[in-house]
């Protein structure tokens, strides 16, 4: 694999199409992240609420403790599902099928080769600079 982005015999699309792709998933990591943030977020949240549920009971307040801890604790975030199951949905049945992908693509048009426009760019920046000095 070289790792030259000039020797690579890309058309502009295919050039265009890899950045895009490449840029489509890091945006996916960035919604990872958020949804990561989200599950400990609430997290933190059932947490406070386990602790107002025995507040509660510890202040004689039986009716309200107990709907706290079956009622609302238990439940799923979405569609009865709990958060770290929709992180895990989306890591293996989603970021890792696209991840997969993008690779198989890449190895295909690029050689491999990762960030094809960026690596052009980084040259073109650098010579401009040379000759500018």
Do not use: N
Request: net charge negative; proline share 2%.
């Amino acid at each position: 694999m070289s790792t030259d982005p000039d020797e690579l015999e890309l058309t502009d699309a295919e050039e265009q199409s890899l950045h895009d792709l490449q840029l489509g998933i890091e945006y996916l990591y960035c919604a990872y992240g958020s949804l990561l943030e989200f599950h400990h977020q609430l997290g933190h949240a059932m947490d406070r609420m386990d602790d107002a549920e025995s507040a509660l009971r510890d202040d004689g307040h039986e009716r309200w403790a107990d709907e706290l801890r079956d009622d609302h604790l238990p439940a799923g975030t979405i569609s009865d599902q709990w958060t770290f199951e929709l992180v895990e949905k989306f890591s293996h049945e989603f970021l890792d099928d696209v991840d997969a992908f993008e690779r198989t693509v890449r190895g295909e048009l690029a050689d491999g080769v990762d960030h094809v426009t960026e690596r052009r760019r980084k040259r073109r920046l650098r010579e401009r600079a040379r000759r500018d000095e």
